[in-house]
């Protein structure tokens, strides 16, 4: 009962800031920054071996700049994401700009579904909403839900505000195929490691042994619907681009695993270019081979 009412009390308090400009929500973030980083130290243990086994050549110095830059974001993207409450349709729009729309949207009007894979980098959640206002394709997010109610049905409605519709990990199959006939777009965020018992698939991915999601890849085979990557790039503070790339038109004459390996090598030059977009604080690798 004391949890729910602190539940209820923290949601109360986010839509309040979430009413705020994003100047004074960026001005929040600077000193969320110092007390994240220099004072709690949140999971900055985590973030620096993560970064230390990726990038294992560049010296102590070069890690930190990139870790500070890194948190430096990730206190931004929490108020991004605290302001998803609020935020208008202008506003995404303002914000989020798409490079090369048209080669998926050859596709919807044929009234055909293409399949979408993102990560953890940039803001995925404006991503989201920003897709769904191209006004071209059903937009669906698939999600994990979250374990605590009360936040999990404000994701849901902050998520589908602008006509998306939030398709459950394991509903995902099912959602594809029902949607057949229509201009669809499915987004997957496919840099998570699946849970131990899932698995079953291993590459090396930022120089270490890492499992590697399938879901992409398994429907994908199953439909033969094109696969994107959307490409993220941060232009200045709030602000992106999103490239949509074609990295596997057909998908039903490809052999085993080449769909998984084509999505995560696509994902690993992102971040190698520019690291501090991605979410290192996240513990991505605690699962071993056997």
């Known amino acids: 009962m004391v949890q729910k009412a602190f539940t209820h009390i923290g949601l109360f308090f986010l839509k309040l800031l979430a009413l705020l400009p994003m100047s004074v929500l960026y001005f929040l973030a600077d000193g969320v920054y110092l007390l994240l980083y220099h004072v709690i130290g949140y999971r900055r243990k985590v973030a620096r071996e993560n970064l230390q086994n990726v990038f294992p050549d560049k010296k102590l110095a070069e890690i930190i700049a990139i870790e500070k830059k890194f948190y430096r974001y990730l206190v931004s993207l929490m108020v991004e994401i605290v302001k998803m409450d609020s935020i208008s349709e202008k506003e995404v729009q303002k914000r989020f700009k798409f490079k090369n729309l048209d080669l998926m949207e050859a596709y919807w009007q044929k009234n055909e579904g293409v399949l979408i894979c993102t990560a953890h980098y940039g803001n995925w959640e404006w991503a989201g909403l920003s897709l769904g206002l191209t006004g071209s394709a059903q937009n669906y ?85 094109p696969v994107f990557y959307l490409k993220t790039r941060v232009i200045k503070r709030g602000y992106y681009e999103m490239d949509c790339v074609p990295i596997c038109l057909e998908p039903a004459n490809t052999a085993e695993y080449e769909i998984t390996e084509l999505h995560i090598r696509f994902l690993e030059k992102m971040i190698i270019e520019e690291p501090a977009y991605w979410l290192w604080s996240h513990r991505r690798w605690k699962y071993k081979r056997g």
């Open 141 to 225: 997010i698939i999600y994990k839900p979250l374990n605590n109610a009360t936040f999990e049905d404000w994701f849901y409605k902050v998520r589908t505000k602008f006509g998306n519709k939030a398709i459950a990990m394991r509903q995902t199959l099912r959602a594809v195929q029902g949607s057949k006939g229509e201009a669809s777009v499915f987004c997957f965020a496919n840099d998570q490691a699946p849970s131990k018992d899932e698995s079953h698939y291993w590459t090396t991915f930022l120089n270490q042994e890492s499992s590697v999601q399938l879901g992409i890849e398994k429907i994908a085979k199953k439909t033969n619907r």
